[in-house]
C-alpha cells in the first residue's frame, strides 16, 4: 500500500522546538517533491514548504521562513520539517503531500495536484 505517514508532533510550550518526518511507505520518495502544509481549526489548510526531489531547492510561506526548515534523507525515504521558535499560532495538524508529475519544482501551491497526502500529526504550542 502506498502512503505517507507523519510523525513527530506533540505538545510544545511557546518557544520551543519539533521535528516532524515524513516517511513514504510503498514507493520511493527520491523521485517526489514533497510539501508541507497544515491546518488549524476552523481555518483554511496552508502551505508552509516545499522541497525539490533532490533536495536542491526548497521555498517556505513567509508565516514560517527563519523559523522552519525542510531537508530530506533519500536514503531513510523521509522528509522532515524542523520547526524552531514555536508560537501558539503554529498549532495545527501537519500534512505532508508528495508530487512526482514536477519533482524539480519546489513551489509550495501547485497547479496540479499532488500524488499522496499523509494523514497528518498534531502540533500543540501551548504553555
Known amino acids: 500500500q502506498l502512503q505517507l505517514v507523519e510523525s513527530g508532533g506533540g505538545l510544545v510550550q511557546p518557544g520551543g522546538s519539533l521535528r516532524l518526518s515524513c516517511a513514504a511507505s510503498?514507493?520511493?520518495?527520491?523521485?517526489?517533491?514533497i510539501g508541507w502544509f497544515r491546518q488549524a481549526p476552523g481555518k483554511k489548510r496552508e502551505g508552509i514548504s516545499c522541497?525539490?526531489?533532490?533536495?536542491?531547492?526548497?521555498n517556505y510561506a513567509n508565516s514560517v521562513k527563519g523559523r522552519f526548515t525542510i531537508s530530506r534523507d533519500n536514503a531513510k525515504n523521509t522528509v522532515y520539517l524542523q520547526m524552531n521558535s514555536l508560537q501558539p499560532e503554529d498549532t495545527a495538524v501537519y500534512y505532508c503531500?508528495?508530487?512526482?508529475?514536477?519533482?524539480?519544482?519546489?513551489?509550495?501551491?501547485?497547479?496540479?495536484?499532488?500524488?499522496?497526502w499523509g494523514q497528518g500529526t498534531q502540533v500543540t504550542v501551548s504553555s
Open positions: 503531500a508528495a508530487d512526482k508529475s514536477h519533482p524539480t519544482i519546489a513551489i509550495i501551491t501547485r497547479p496540479w495536484p499532488y500524488d499522496y
Open positions: 510503498g514507493f520511493t520518495l527520491d523521485s517526489y517533491a
Open positions: 522541497i525539490s526531489s533532490s533536495g536542491g531547492s526548497a
